[in-house]
Structures are given as C-alpha cells and as structure tokens.
C-alpha cells in the first residue's frame, strides 16, 4: 500500500466482511505490482473506492460481503452518484470514482468469481471539453488582416478574409458559415441560423461583414453567374469549401504571424462571445446570438480579464475609492 495512506483506519470506516478486506488487498496490489500504477493514483482508487463500500454498508443498512457486491444494480449506482453530487464533487472526480469501483469489480470477476455486469455498464459523467482562451482584440484584427494578405490570389484571400470576419462578426460555428448560401446573405440585415439540435437563431448582418462578403463574391470565379442557391464559400478547385482548409490555413497563418496556438476558427466565435461581454453586452444576450440553450454554456465561452473587473469594481462600489 501507499505508505501515506492509512489503509485499515480507511477500510475499518464501514462494516465489510473479511473477504472484501483481502479483495482490497489483492486489487491494490495488482495496481501497483502489475500495473504499476503511481502511489497518488493507488491512493485516490482506494480512496474512491472505499468511500463506495462506506456508502453501501448505509445504503443497505448492514455488512457489505460478496453477495452485496453480486447483487448490486445501476439504482445502487445511481442513488452513489446522487450522493456525491450532494456533497459537491465535481464531474471529473466522480468519473475517477466510477473507474476506480470498475476496476476493484474488474478484478473481482477474475480472481474472485464475482461478476455484476450492471456495475461495469455504468457510463462515466460527460466531462466538459475546455475551450480555448478568447484571442484578444489586436490578436484579432491581426489575424483578420493577415488573412485579407495570406495567399498570391487575390479572390482566395478575399475568401479567407470574409470567412474570418463573418466568424468573428456574427458568432457562427465554422460549419454554419461553410453551410451558407449566397441567398441568405445577399441584401439582408440579418442570417437566420439553424444551429444544433435543430434550433434556430437570428444573428445581426453589420454593414462590414455584408460587405467583405459582397468583395469576396465579386472577385470569386465561381460566382460570377452563380444563383442564391450556390454555397457562399468554395475551395480553390470549386468545390464547397471544407472546414479543414479553413482550419489548416489560420494554423499556417498564426504560425507566421506568432499568434498563440489557441487561436482557431473556434476561436474567433469565443472571441465573438467575450469581446461583446467586455463592451457591455448582456449574458443573455450573448446567449441568444450563439444559439445557447443554456446560461451556463454561454458562461464557459466568455472571459472577462482582471483588470476590466478591477475597473468595475472601482467604478461600481461605494468603498472602492477609501
């Protein structure tokens, strides 16, 4: 065992019959021996772990032995998660939990004859993906003009520059705006969006983005008799335009710029979200415009930076000048 971590004061916490106790024993000894585990992961497993056997001898009222463990069903699973949900763990640490209790019922269908197929088809929680740090404003307005000079033809930078400035003007996913066509731009004030899950949103056209759009069109050989139905984006071969070639292009492009590796076609929509929070914009309305359905993924998208906090705090409270 770990020698920092206190294996029987944890194990004696709830009441397990003595063959759990060598259960634990071999498990562990398996992590680190053969799998050759960390101390801190074997500690955190057994800590994991044990705090499951701990719940199960009080969700059950009594020992918790073989035949619990055998018995055990996604409820027993559920009404655990419901607990530590109360006690505040966060997503992460309960899918380490939820891998740590398959991995002692693992090791009890091989050495021990002890199979419960419904603990090992409990899914882990769906962890939220980090989004990249917004590029700041100049990083921006770099990146929008180097794509205006990023390649020899002139149509294709074009391209380049009204992708990159309908992303960052309007807050479209790369796949929206690659999904446009020249009719649902062309003399509108607005693009009506249907974004995931079918929901559709309505997002503001600026004048700037209408016309870095309109340029593009004029210089494009593949629109010069095109109708409203043709896609507003092409690749160079007069194809649709892919989101990979967008993609590898600003990664060519903040490499020679040195702009940081965060910066994205996602990006821009990320940029999209903060810059309009830090200008005064309202949560809710950030929210309507990316086509959230919730606040609190709106939230993960905007970033507001130490000193416009500090800023508002001066500003905004009545001791802030003592």
């Known amino acids: 065992m770990p020698k920092h971590f206190d294996y029987e004061h944890t194990m004696t916490s709830a009441p397990l019959a003595p063959e759990i106790g060598r259960y ?28 499951f056997l701990a719940f199960l001898a009080q969700h059950t009222g009594g020992t918790v032995d073989a035949a619990t463990l055998r018995t055990l069903s996604e409820r027993d699973m559920r009404g655990w998660l419901a607990f530590r949900l109360k006690r505040g763990y966060a997503k992460s640490s309960n899918a380490r939990a939820i891998s740590a209790v398959k991995s002692f019922f693992r090791f009890l269908h091989r050495f021990a004859e002890l199979e419960n197929a419904a603990i090992l088809s409990v899914s882990a929680p769906k962890l939220d993906k980090p989004l990249p740090k917004a590029p700041s404003e100049s990083q921006t307005e770099t990146a929008l003009e180097g794509l205006f000079e990023f390649d020899r033809t002139a149509w294709v930078n074009a391209r380049n520059h009204a992708l990159g400035i309908l992303l960052y003007g309007t807050g479209l996913r790369i796949s929206e705006a690659l999904a446009l066509t020249v009719g649902d731009i062309r003399g509108k004030d607005s693009l009506k969006i249907r974004g995931k899950g079918g929901r559709e949103r309505v997002v503001p056209i600026l004048p700037i983005i209408r016309s870095a759009v309109e340029d593009y069109l004029t210089r494009s050989p593949f629109h010069q008799e095109a109708g409203n139905d043709a ?8 194809k649709p335009m892919k989101p990979a070639i967008f993609q590898r292009l600003v990664r060519d492009l903040r490499r020679q710029l040195g702009l940081p590796e965060s910066l994205t076609p996602h990006a821009l929509r990320h940029a999209f979200a903060t810059h309009l929070l830090a200008h005064g914009a309202e949560l809710r309305e950030i929210q309507e415009l990316l086509g959230h359905v919730s606040l609190s993924t709106t939230q993960r998208y905007t970033h507001i930076d130490a000193a416009r906090l500090m800023e508002a705090y001066k500003n905004a409270h009545p001791h802030a000048g003592e």
């Open 24 to 51: 634990m024993r071999g498990w562990l000894k398996e992590m680190q021996s053969i799998k050759r585990q960390s101390a801190h992961s074997v500690t955190a497993y057994l800590h994991d772990v044990s705090g």
């Open 231 to 238: 896609p507003i984006f092409y690749g160079a071969r007069g």
